[in-house]
């Protein structure tokens, strides 16, 4: 694979040959591996049991089923339908029970205890307020209950030995006109957990700048932006995320494939809005499984992960939703490592490119990935040698 600078894989991630391209790394050994998360979503992450359990509490009478393991099939088998709009509406459960202090805490506290048992070392998690008002709620109440759970996770998980940091960045529905609300709750919880302002939501006919006065107001705070862009829409969803709204990071942008071209002998060609994306390292936070799920890719196997990894974009890999995908951290990485050859290489290759990528002090970074990335990683590429 080649560029206008020649042949490109990540010079920092040369391939694990002892695993071995087209190897599957051993389960336990992701699982331990330090990761970093970027983007995950609240209400796309409950545990079934918990879904079950929060509806009987208030009265929410709506689910398909009050059988918690037959309930998390529910999910994962409605969502995988090729559409994102139908993969949305299964939101209606988990969002149906998120409507009271108790409920959003609970919630809060479990997320950030499966990540860290699952060997999440950082997480950035995020939910719209908006969606957690139906029951009477002011919105800076919902957010300090969702604060509030993720301190409680994160104790519980230091407790048992999994420390984890958790990040929560707010997201505004692009359905919706409350984006200037959410941006100024942004600002006024950024020292207390907040990391961050996202906008959400059925992409086709909602453009990120129909938000514009909200992200024009973050940035004035200087506070962090991600935007779901390049999921369901193309690359002008993509480009008015870059160009206008001045986002961070990239919400997926799978759909930045389409400015590349590939010929016959594996050439590739960056159109002008794909450079720029790459060489101003915006990351990208790619949900492999969610994506094959909505149909933004075909498969695994055909992910533009392995060519944007190739050619070195920025590339981080997430979970999205943990209950509609069935998925996790590691079994993302597990997916990555039996559709490409990764091995612990190319998963510390995305983790530091996410930590790189979070939207915490540099200070707070670097330390991690010296002190906890690094560190771990080498310890596990001397179990395996």
């Known amino acids: 694979m080649s560029v206008e600078t020649g042949p490109v894989h990540p010079s920092s991630a040369p391939r694990d040959r002892e695993i071995g391209a087209g190897a599957v790394l051993p389960p336990e050994i992701v699982r331990r591996a330090p990761k970093a998360l970027l ?17 009987a509490e208030t009265g929410y009478d709506k689910l398909p ?16 339908s090729g559409s994102l709009v139908r993969y949305l509406e299964t939101f209606a459960h988990t969002v149906g ?10 919630v809060a506290r479990e997320c950030a205890e499966d990540l860290a048992a699952d060997g999440v070392v950082y997480a950035e998690v995020r939910f719209a ?9 002011a919105l800076p109440e919902v957010v300090e209950a969702v604060l509030d759970g993720f301190r409680q996770g994160e104790a519980a998980a230091a407790a ?16 919706a006109a409350r984006s200037r609300e959410i941006a100024e709750l942004v600002v006024a919880y ?16 909602y453009p990120p700048s129909r938000h514009q006065d909200a992200f024009d107001y973050v940035r004035g705070e200087s506070c962090h932006i991600t935007i779901h862009a390049g999921e369901a829409f193309g690359l002008p969803s993509i480009h008015e995320a870059v ?13 930045i494939v389409d400015d590349i071209t590939v010929d016959a002998s594996g050439e590739a060609t960056l159109g002008r809005l794909a450079r720029y994306v790459r060489d101003q390292r915006i ?30 974009f920025r590339v981080t890999v997430n979970t999205d939703n943990r209950l509609m995908s069935g998925t996790s951290m590691s079994k993302e990485m597990l997916a990555l490592s039996e559709a490409f050859g990764w091995g612990l290489d190319e998963m510390r290759w995305v983790t530091i490119n996410a930590l790189k990528s979070a939207f915490i002090p540099f200070p707070d970074r670097l330390a991690l990935i010296e002190d906890v990335v690094k560190p771990g990683y080498a310890a596990l590429a001397a179990e395996l040698s």
């Open 129 to 137: 307020p908006e969606l957690h008002v139906e029951r009477g709620l």
């Open 65 to 80: 089923t009050t059988d918690a393991e037959e309930l998390g099939r529910w999910f994962v088998e409605a969502a995988d």
């Open 283 to 312: 990351p990208l936070e790619m949900c492999p499984t969610s994506n094959v799920q909505t149909g933004a890719a075909p498969s695994y196997a055909e992910h533009p992960i392995g060519l944007l990894t190739e050619l070195r």
């Open 243 to 255: 160009a206008f709204c001045g986002c961070d990071r990239l919400g997926h942008g799978v759909r």
């Open 39 to 55: 983007h995950d979503h609240l209400d796309g992450g409950l545990r079934p049991q918990t879904i079950v359990e929060l509806a």
């Open 190 to 205: 950024r020292d207390a957990g907040v990391v961050g302002f996202d906008i959400a939501g059925a992409e086709a006919g």
């Open 97 to 106: 029970v998120m409507q009271t202090p108790a409920a959003l805490a609970r």
């Open 160 to 175: 048992a030995g999994n420390p984890i940091r958790v990040g929560t960045l707010l997201t505004a529905m692009r359905t």
